[in-house]
Nanobody
Framework: QVQLVESGGGLVQAGDSLKLSCAASGRTLRDMYAVAWFRRAPGKEREFVAAISRAIRNTIYADHVKGRFTISRDNAKNTLYLQMNSLKPEDTAVYYC???????????????????WGQGTQVTVSS
């Protein structure tokens, strides 16, 4: 089992930046075949944000965050990050980190592809 705890959310203005963290315990992120960020805005379903795989060291992003967000990981700290720049009010949501424990040759964008989830951290972007 792996436990995931997100942090770093907060209230910012449009155009500002935030860096979210997801600390893992129980197992290491290196043991996971894929790690990802999802988000859920009020009244909307949870949607994919970004993911990175272990088997294939590539990264994918949702179209609405591409060029603004960057997913990364620090294996020594057993932590996943999401650097968010040029934030927009539309980015307001609860952000979740997720991990996939089974083999995947590339990052997955479906929330059903992930086994473990954090509790989420709130990001609010004011206009």
């Amino acid at each position: 089992q792996v436990q995931l705890v997100e942090s770093g959310g907060g209230l910012v203005q449009a155009g500002d930046s935030l860096k979210l963290s997801c600390a893992a315990s129980g197992r290491t992120l290196r043991d996971m075949y894929a790690v990802a960020w999802f988000r859920r805005a009020p009244g909307k379903e949870r949607e994919f944000v970004a993911a990175i795989s272990r088997a294939i060291r590539n990264t994918i992003y949702a179209d609405h965050v591409k060029g603004r967000f960057t997913i990364s990981r620090d294996n020594a700290k057993n932590t996943l990050y999401l650097q968010m720049n040029s934030l927009k009010p539309e980015d307001t949501a609860v952000y979740y980190c997720a991990a996939r424990s089974t083999f995947s040759p590339r990052p997955q964008t479906s929330d059903g592809s992930y086994d473990y989830w954090g509790q989420g951290t709130q990001v609010t972007v004011s206009s």
